[in-house]
Nanobody, 126 residues
């Protein structure tokens, strides 16, 4: 069992930066792939970024590529999402998720993930 708690959301002006954190409980954190998703009001939850548990390989949605960076610190059981050059359209609730590898599908789909955090709100203003 893995429990995920996000933090770091808030209100930021367009062009600014935020860093989200995802603290995980459980001794097997280092064996889980981690992902970030977001959901704006009235829209489906969408993929943002993911990081492999072993090689640290990362993958991003086209909409955030070059602006966001996902990372992890296995010693601290924490995953991060550094968000730079924020745009109005980045406004959403952001969720971290953990994948044990037991579920099928791409790491860019919600179905692949076993555990989810409660979300943290990011609001970008003009």
């Amino acid at each position: 069992q893995v429990r995920l708690v996000e933090s770091g959301g808030g209100l930021v002006q367009a062009g600014g930066s935020l860093r989200l954190s995802c603290a995980a409980s459980g001794r097997t954190f280092s064996t889980y792939a981690m992902g970030w998703f977001r959901q704006a009001p009235g829209k489906d939850r969408e993929f943002v970024a993911t990081i492999n548990w072993s090689s640290g390989t990362t993958y991003y949605a086209d909409s955030v590529k070059g602006r966001f960076a996902i990372s992890r610190d296995n010693a601290k059981n924490t995953a991060y999402l550094q968000m730079n050059s924020l745009k109005l359209e980045d406004t959403a609730a952001y969720y971290c998720a953990a994948s044990s590898g037991r579920r099928a599908g791409s790491l860019s789909t919600t179905a692949r993930y076993d555990y989810w955090g409660q979300g943290t709100q990011v609001t970008v203003s003009s």
